[in-house]
């Protein structure tokens, strides 16, 4: 069984900054393209950031120059910065893997994590 949990999130004030990891466990061969993608209320999953095990990144175009995703291979984890935090921003923040297993290249998600931005 494969395990995608998230940590971080929680309460920020405008303006302030997150920092989100997920970390990816169970038995599998390797991960390929890991990354975070975000829901509002009564919005869509939206693309925030992926970057492959090869460390290409790709970006939202509406968060490049707030946001930065990295991943540590050999720990199996993958996190995110998030600058300049708006009201905006609040949203339930997935993990998202692209795992290689015996059965071939599955896609997993976390559980998701609050991150509501307040003062």
């Known amino acids: 069984q494969i395990h995608v949990v998230e940590s971080g999130g929680g309460l920020v004030p405008p303006g302030g900054s997150l920092r989100l990891t997920c970390a990816a466990s169970g038995d599998f061969i390797s991960i390929l393209n890991m990354g975070w993608f975000r829901q509002s209320p009564g919005g869509q999953r939206e693309l925030i950031a992926t970057?492959?095990?090869?460390?290409?990144?790709n970006y939202a175009d509406s968060l490049k120059g707030r946001v930065a995703i990295s991943r540590d291979n050999p720990k199996n984890t993958v996190s995110l910065v998030m600058n300049a935090l708006t009201p905006a921003d609040t949203a339930v923040y997935y993990c998202y893997c692209r795992i290689r297993e015996r059965a071939g290249a599955l896609d997993h998600w976390g559980q998701g994590t609050q991150v509501t931005v307040s003062s």
């Open positions: 970057i492959t095990d090869g460390g290409a990144i």
